[in-house]
């Protein structure tokens, strides 16, 4: 199951779907989706390959997403004439980010096939629900409490501390989270936050942090890709593994593969579905949080696998057979952040185009902020070993190893190479 394989979700009727009875929506159909970012964007890429037409909603006239459909509805996701235009262009329709409200994909399920559907996203986008359905599936997370009120900040119990206080809706990126160390802390990081309702959570000392991409269709069909083995840096996702290193034991993967699996099938999920997880250092699980769509850490699956998370999102919105995709070749994921760009200067990326195995995939965001996803660079090799190497060289040459906390990372200068 683990290793260089994804699979057939454990308990589902996963595989080869013969004599489905969901409708089949089929390429020349045109596919919606609900925001224009960078998930979007390798949505709209991977429909349009397999035959189908694209629409997007989304508000910025540059979305990443919209620039590259076939049609662009430029509009606020509420808007109720662009939900109009939007559900009478498509045969289904997908979404693509934490903050496109349940309202929109609700609106539009009155109409057409919506996946995911709106009460499942709207669980994903609030972390006290998100946490009452991980409890409701007996599936471990940390301990929490809400936060909303001075008074809440005052009882919190002090087993919390130090934690990290988070924005209960509309985070991402890191974006909405302060760590605290204590009560003063907290009640400080509760202002810095706008006093918005917010969930404390204890900080754990975690031994490693994995996710694991879920897919499944209307007839109750999953599948998984292999795990991602993940670094994050300043709350974002920094360098993804696949496979995970040694130290997270086959029968960690495998259960947390069990584990996003009970999430998606108590949600009677349809679509793409992530869950990240902590590892604990006697190699126990907790789930942090869930993304209702393709995620960050399974972008590897465009150049590592022989399915990827979007083409997975497709077919389960179309009730197109899922099958579990195979890793090809081991790989690491480098995540391409604003501040690798000398303000509007992008590196030159000649030098690391260079490597054997990198692959490069640019989102076309027109501002390079710090801290914001302007693209990946995925290495594939025939080996973990070359594959790690060789990634650890591009950081080298992109300058990404020399920013601060990069060494978090793990990602060792290629032998042969001066010491970074
Ligand atoms: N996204 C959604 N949740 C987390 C992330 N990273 C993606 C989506 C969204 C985009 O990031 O594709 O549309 C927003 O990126 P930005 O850089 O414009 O904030």
Redesign the pocket.
């Known amino acids: 199951m683990t290793g260089l394989v994804g699979g057939e979700a454990p308990g589902g009727r996963g595989g080869a779907a013969t004599g489905a009875s969901a409708p089949y929506i089929a390429p020349g159909a045109t596919l919606g989706v609900i925001?224009?970012?960078?998930?979007?964007?390798m949505f709209v890429h991977a429909a349009q390959s397999m035959g189908y037409r694209t629409a997007v909603l989304d508000p910025d006239p540059l979305?990443?997403?919209g620039l590259v459909a076939h049609e662009h509805i430029r509009a606020a996701y509420l808007d109720p004439l662009a939900l109009d235009r939007l559900g009478e262009r498509c045969a289904a329709i997908t979404t693509?980010?934490?903050?496109v409200p349940a309202a929109a994909l609700a609106t539009l399920a009155q109409r057409r096939p919506v996946a995911p559907s709106a009460a499942a996203v709207s669980v994903c986008q609030d972390r006290l629900a998100e946490k009452a359905a991980f409890a409701r599936s007996g599936v471990a997370c940390a301990p929490h409490a809400a936060i909303s009120t001075p008074r809440d900040v005052e009882r919190a119990a002090d087993a919390l501390l130090p934690g990290i206080l988070k924005t209960a809706r509309l985070g991402?990126?890191g974006k909405g989270q302060r760590s605290v160390a204590d009560r003063a802390g907290l009640a400080q990081a509760f202002a810095a936050l706008g006093s918005a309702p917010c969930v404390l959570e204890k900080r754990l000392p975690l031994a490693a942090e994995i996710s694991v991409v879920v897919a499944r269709n209307a007839n109750g069909e999953g599948v998984h890709l292999p795990v991602q083995d993940n670094v994050h840096v300043d709350g974002i996702l920094a360098v993804t593994r696949v496979p995970a290193r040694a130290h997270i034991a086959d029968a960690t993967q495998a259960e947390a593969v069990a584990l996003a699996t009970t999430l998606a099938e108590a949600l009677d999920y349809v679509g793409v579905l992530c869950v990240e997880f902590f590892v604990l250092a006697d190699g126990s699980l907790v789930a942090n949080e869930m993304?209702p769509?393709p995620h960050?850490s399974g972008h590897y699956s465009i150049d590592a696998c022989d399915l990827s998370q979007f083409e997975l999102q497709v077919r389960a919105m179309t009730g197109a057979p899922l099958f579990a995709p195979r890793l090809h070749s081991p790989c690491v994921m480098l995540n391409l952040l604003g501040d690798l760009w000398n303000g509007a200067t992008a590196p030159d990326w000649r030098d690391v185009l260079t490597l054997p195995g990198a692959h490069l995939h640019l989102y076309g965001?027109e501002e390079a902020r710090p801290g914001?996803?302007m693209g990946h660079l995925t290495i594939t090799a025939a080996s973990a070993v070359d594959a790690e190497a060789r990634a650890a060289d591009a950081a080298r040459r992109l300058g990404l190893a020399a920013t601060a906390g990069f060494a978090a990372t793990g990602l060792a200068p290629p032998i042969g190479l001066a010491a970074i």
Do not use: T
Request: proline share 5%.
């Open positions: 925001g224009g970012g960078q998930l979007g964007r979305s990443p997403a693509e980010f934490e903050n991402y990126d993304a769509r960050n965001k914001r996803k």
